[in-house]
């Protein structure tokens, strides 16, 4: 993974350069550059318990839905994802692609998390609930709505069987 890589996603419309990687920062942290075509959008309502987002708007105009809360960034305005909070985001416009950067603290595995999506979606058209069983507690992936102590239950019991059925956390082919 080495800054300046790009890589897209055709189902959600997203476009992702690689701007610090987590081996240039020593897992301080990750930045992004991300563009989000028209109606683009992130597929769901998540939160991650170890590691916060920063967004920060260059153009177009983000909707993000943060616990309960609809904000609409703007170019020149940031915000900030606390560790654990729900959050989802979006482009709403019909012909305005949104340029952001997202800065991920600490590192953790977000970048081969992006990979690993990225590639899936892109070869199956979405993830399946095996497949999010699969990479759960791998790369921090929560679902928001049920309960978190639920979803560790069935991560861990339903990730082997993920796995017997073929699914995997990581796929080499998608992290080159």
């Known amino acids: 993974m080495a800054e300046g890589k790009i890589i897209t996603n055709k189902v959600t419309g997203e476009k992702v350069q690689f701007l610090k990687t987590t081996k240039e920062t ?20 998540h939160l991650h318990n170890k590691y916060a ?8 105009i983000l909707k993000v839905e943060h616990e309960g809360e609809i904000r609409h960034l703007r170019a020149g305005e940031a915000f900030n994802i606390e560790k654990g909070k729900r959050h989802q985001w979006w482009n709403e416009s019909e012909t305005e692609t949104v340029n952001a950067i997202f800065t991920i603290t600490p590192a953790h595995r977000f970048e081969v998390m992006l990979e690993q999506i990225f590639g899936i979606s ?19 992936m929560i679902i928001a709505g049920p309960p978190i102590f639920l979803q560790k239950i069935m991560n861990t019991v339903l990730a082997p069987i993920a796995n017997m059925m073929g699914y995997r956390k990581y796929y080499p082919k998608y992290s080159q």
């Open 26 to 45: 020593n897992g301080e942290y990750f930045q992004f550059e991300l563009w989000v075509s028209p109606k683009g959008f992130m597929p769901m309502r």
């Open 53 to 60: 987002e920063k967004v920060e708007v260059k153009s177009g």
């Open 122 to 140: 892109n070869e199956k058209g979405e993830l399946s609930f095996w497949q999010i069983m699969a990479m759960a507690n791998e790369y921090d």
